[in-house]
């Protein structure tokens, strides 16, 4: 089990451009979600699944798509990449929504210039 | 959304029990308690969460009050790979049926542990 993986961990972009962080789970979790955080602060949510096919927003959405075509990935788009989306990401998952434990990938550390 | 309030940051000695405070004074009856803690540049793992009664695991306890509006998380013995933000989060039960069950994280303790 690889758990939750997420790639790049390290990406600078320029202001404008557009990118895609992946995220991917070999654990057959129902629910996988994206996280910010921003320096000294706890996590803020960005988008969430609760399936294949299902996606919804969270508390910072703006400047941010997702998809959920499958039940082991879900990507996070940067539409137009500004420097206020300068943060670490982080995808989680857990199994449904009787699961307890969230489990964290490792974290993407995103800088627009 | 019930919310949570945390010291900013404590400090204990290496091998000394540390008691990290939670309070949720506006916590509603379905909602568990979780912790979770975040080591330096890793992701957020959980370590423990509980509804009514004290838990117990292999990494930590965890003490609600009575009136739930309170918890505290304890390490038995704290070592240096303890040194970490501890989240303390609200996260609606299963009695809520549909959507996500969202986690609300705050700012956290930063915990320091000396040698």
């Known amino acids: 089990n690889a758990g939750v993986t997420q790639t790049p961990k390290f990406q600078v972009l320029k202001t404008g451009q557009s990118m895609t962080l992946q995220c991917a789970q070999d654990?057959?979790?129902?629910?996988m979600s994206w996280y910010r955080q921003d320096p000294g602060m706890g996590l803020r949510l960005i988008h969430y699944?609760?399936?294949?096919?299902?996606?919804d927003q969270g508390e910072v959405p703006n400047g941010y798509n997702v998809s959920r075509s499958t039940t082991e990935d879900f990507p996070l788009r940067l539409l137009s990449a500004a420097p206020s989306q300068t943060s670490v990401y982080f995808c989680a998952s857990r199994i449904n929504n009787a699961g307890n434990t969230i489990y964290f990938g490792e974290g993407s550390w995103l800088t627009v210039v | 959304d019930a919310k949570t309030t945390q010291p900013n940051s404590m400090e204990s000695n290496e091998e000394e029990p540390v008691h990290l405070p939670c309070n949720h004074s506006t916590i509603s009856g379905t909602d568990y308690i979780h912790w979770y803690r975040q080591l330096p540049s890793q992701g957020p793992e959980y370590v423990i969460h509980g509804l009514t009664s004290n838990v117990n695991n292999r990494m930590a306890s965890l003490a609600i009050a009575e009136d739930r509006k309170s918890s505290t998380l304890i390490l038995h013995r704290a070592t240096l790979r303890d040194a970490a933000v501890y989240y303390c989060i609200l996260r609606r039960g299963q009695l809520f049926s549909g959507g996500y069950n969202k986690l609300i994280f705050g700012a956290g303790t930063r915990l320091a542990v000396h040698p």
């Open positions: 654990m057959n979790h129902e629910y």
């Open positions: 699944s609760v399936g294949a096919g299902i996606t």
